[in-house]
């Protein structure tokens, strides 16, 4: 296997710890993305990557729908000490969206 060959060539000396170090790393990456499972558990790691996409997406819309719509209502004194063009630029949202 990859984990017996990086740990002979790192033994030897002929592999830096940079290079230890990487093929590690390349090797778990190797095995987080199902190499060593079998057939059945390939189809099912597949099925799992699918519906968690699926969810990623579902969520990600979620909230961009949430940020269009969510608005909070301040007053002036909430706005009290910041600076005049914030405040004016804030006043203009508001009527924007029909708020006074």
Known sequence: ?????????????EWTAEQVRLAERVYTAFVRMGVKLNEEEKKEYGDIQVELATLQTKFMQNILKDEETWEMVITAEDMAGCPEDLVA????????????
Request: charged letters at 30%; a neutral charge.
């Open 89 to 100: 630029a804030a006043r203009q949202a508001a009527v924007d969206r029909g708020h006074e």
């Open 1 to 13: 296997s990859m984990y017996d060959i990086r740990q002979e060539m790192a033994n030897k000396g």
